[in-house]
């Protein structure tokens, strides 16, 4: 099956500075590309995704950038606030026509953002 | 998005024992999930519960011990059965209304085994 890995597993910025957080994965049959966010005590809360018929996506601060050559994928965080604290999972889903697949989750970053 | 409740959001429960965790979604959906969220760790696959029929589990994992039922298209329930300190973990529902849309996560249960 699919096998995601993520980095860092824990990332600390300073209010205002950016983040990034990186997935690779194994399938090049993969092409649907979630993040989620959970926050403490929390499950899960989808922020953003991408198919792989696209390099690029964003919605407002947050951006995920996906290059299928190299099989990689990443969250980029601007100007970030400290409630953007949490844990954040990649994931990568291989889809059949527009059918979604399973998900296979990375490990998880604990963004912390320091006020 | 569909609003997913999950029961009881948290337990304390003694080894030998059974739990059933139910989630219950506002609005009818094709797919319901099951997942394991082990303290820190990231989220695996129990199983895909489908409606009238029985669940789709994944390596691992057996109805035995985690039977699974799925009466209609908004409500479903997972067990845990003869628990052991190692199933000490959170376990979340997910839905997707149809297979063409993203999946969304109730707020878990938080299981502790004494």
């Known amino acids: 099956g699919e096998n995601v890995e993520q980095h860092p597993s824990t990332l600390s910025v300073q209010e205002g500075d950016s983040a990034v957080i990186k997935c690779t994965y194994s399938?090049?049959?993969?092409?649907?590309f979630p993040w989620y966010k959970q926050e403490l005590g929390k499950g899960p809360q989808l922020i953003i995704d991408?198919?792989?018929?696209?390099g690029e996506k964003k919605d407002q601060r947050i951006a995920v950038t996906l290059n299928k050559t190299a099989k990689h994928f990443s969250l980029h965080i601007t100007e970030t606030q400290p409630e953007d604290s949490a844990v954040y999972f990649c994931?990568?889903?291989?889809?059949?026509?527009?059918?979604?697949?399973?998900?296979?989750f990375g490990r998880g970053t604990q963004l912390t953002v320091w006020p | 998005s569909a609003v997913i409740s999950q029961k009881p959001s948290r337990d304390i429960c003694q080894r030998g024992t059974s739990l059933t965790i139910q989630c219950q979604v506002d609005?009818?959906?094709?797919?319901m999930f099951w997942y394991r969220q082990q303290p820190g760790q990231s989220l695996t696959l129990i199983a895909t519960?489908?409606?009238?029929?029985?669940?789709?589990?994944e390596s691992g994992f057996v109805i035995d011990k985690f039977p699974i039922s799925r009466p209609n298209l908004t409500f479903s329930t997972l067990t845990v059965s003869n628990m052991s300190p190692e199933d000490s973990s959170i376990y979340l529902c997910?839905?997707?209304?149809?297979?063409?849309?993203?999946?969304?996560f109730g707020d878990g249960t938080r299981l502790s085994i004494l």
């Open positions: 997910s839905v997707s209304p149809d297979s063409y849309q993203p999946q969304h």
């Open positions: 399938d090049s049959a993969s092409n649907y």
């Open positions: 991408i198919r792989s018929n696209v």
């Open positions: 994931a990568a889903s291989i889809n059949r026509g527009s059918t979604l697949g399973r998900l296979y």
């Open positions: 609005s009818q959906v094709t797919m």
């Open positions: 519960a489908n409606q009238g029929s029985e669940a789709t589990y």
